[in-house]
């Protein structure tokens, strides 16, 4: 199934660094959505951005949505060991077929041993 | 407030065999969407559901179907099970669009 291209697939982080991760797609959508995903639950909604361009902040986590509309990216500032887990995007599109979500593959977020 | 609640938590079935998954979705929201997810993979949208209609199809075989009750609780079903078939699957809920969706913590199968 089609998927967006998400990078990094990984990276380790030590507490008080900035994140950053993307995501691309050869498709334009109308809205971005970044999840975070712990072990054994669903993915929860960080942030959704409308318009392109558009940026967004909840709390230390920023994201953007690219001005051609086929690209996002998210923040984290200032790390702490709770943010470990893994980081998908999604990009939906109205008028296509209806709740579909197109979730890129992931970023796994873990601390520098 | 309960979330979207999924039960099984787990399910092992084997090859062959026929699997019925269910999601009660938040009070008040009457889209219900299904999701397969491979390890290590983003998830995938299977089916979407508003009004007891259905209103998406992902690129999934036939044996897969899906349907929503009066009370917008839904199941997944699944025929023939085949060993790829194995994931979590995830149902969402929504007021009405993907937007706003919540999903549910999941559904592990395993078949072997």
């Known amino acids: 199934g089609q998927q967006l291209n998400q990078s990094p697939q990984s990276m380790f982080i030590q507490e008080g660094e900035d994140v950053s991760m993307n995501c691309t797609s050869s498709?334009?959508?109308?809205?971005w959505l970044w999840y975070k995903q712990d072990p054994g639950e669903g993915p929860v909604l960080l942030i959704a951005l409308y318009k392109a361009g558009e940026l967004t902040s909840n709390g230390r986590l920023t994201a953007q949505f690219g001005i051609t509309r086929k690209d996002s990216f998210l923040n984290i500032s200032a790390s702490i060991p709770s943010d470990v887990g893994i980081y998908f995007c999604?990009?939906?599109?109205?008028?296509?077929?209806?709740?579909?979500?197109?979730f890129g593959k992931g970023t796994k977020l873990s601390v520098k041993p | 407030d309960a979330g979207v609640t999924q039960s099984p938590t787990h399910l092992i079935k084997t090859r062959g065999q026929h699997v019925t998954l269910r999601c009660s979705p938040i009070s008040g929201h009457k889209s219900v969407s299904w999701y397969q997810q491979v390890l290590g993979q983003g998830p995938q949208f299977i089916f979407q559901y508003y009004e007891k209609e259905e209103r998406g199809r992902g690129n999934f075989p036939d044996r897969f179907s899906a349907r929503q009750f009066p009370n917008y609780s839904s199941e997944l079903n699944v025929n023939a099970l085949l060993l790829g078939d194995s994931a979590l699957y995830l149902c969402a809920s929504s007021l009405r669009g993907a937007e706003g969706y919540t999903f549910g913590s999941g559904t592990r199968l395993t078949v072997v």
């Open positions: 498709s334009i959508f109308n809205t």
């Open positions: 999604a990009g939906f599109l109205y008028g296509g077929s209806q709740g579909n979500l197109i």
